[in-house]
């Protein structure tokens, strides 16, 4: 069974960097892609960032080009260092695995919130 548990999140202001992280566990061969998404306050879920489990390829929404940065370690923790935060990417961060072509998802977190406020 899929399990995805984020962390990290918190209050920073603009300007400033946060990186949130993803422990995961129970991938099979149907996981293809550990991915970033987020819903800010009123709105309904954005895609943020994807990593390709096999080849390691990051993929990112262009509102976050060249500020996120996505990547894994050794073992099983998906992290998303975030820099030059502005208050339009405050929202729940959510860590999902999909399937091949993103055609199912195989799991999601909890969510961990993060703040870009003054």
């Known amino acids: 069974q899929v399990h995805l548990v984020e962390s990290g999140g918190g209050l920073v202001q603009p300007g400033g960097s946060l990186r949130v992280s993803c422990a995961f566990s129970?991938?099979?061969?149907?996981?293809?892609?550990i991915t970033w998404v987020r819903q800010a306050p009123g709105k309904g879920l954005e895609w943020v960032s994807s990593?390709?489990?096999?080849?390691?390829?990051p993929r990112y929404v262009e509102s976050v080009k060249g500020r996120f940065t996505v990547s894994r370690d050794n073992a099983n923790t998906l992290y998303l260092q975030m820099n030059n935060l502005k208050p339009e990417d405050t929202a729940l961060y959510y860590c999902?695995?999909?399937?091949?072509?993103?055609?199912?998802?195989?799991?999601w977190g909890q969510g961990t919130r993060v703040t870009v406020s003054t």
């Open positions: 990593i390709n489990i096999n080849t390691g390829t």
């Open positions: 999902a695995s999909f399937g091949f072509e993103f055609r199912y998802s195989t799991g």
């Open positions: 129970g991938f099979t061969f149907s996981t293809y892609y």
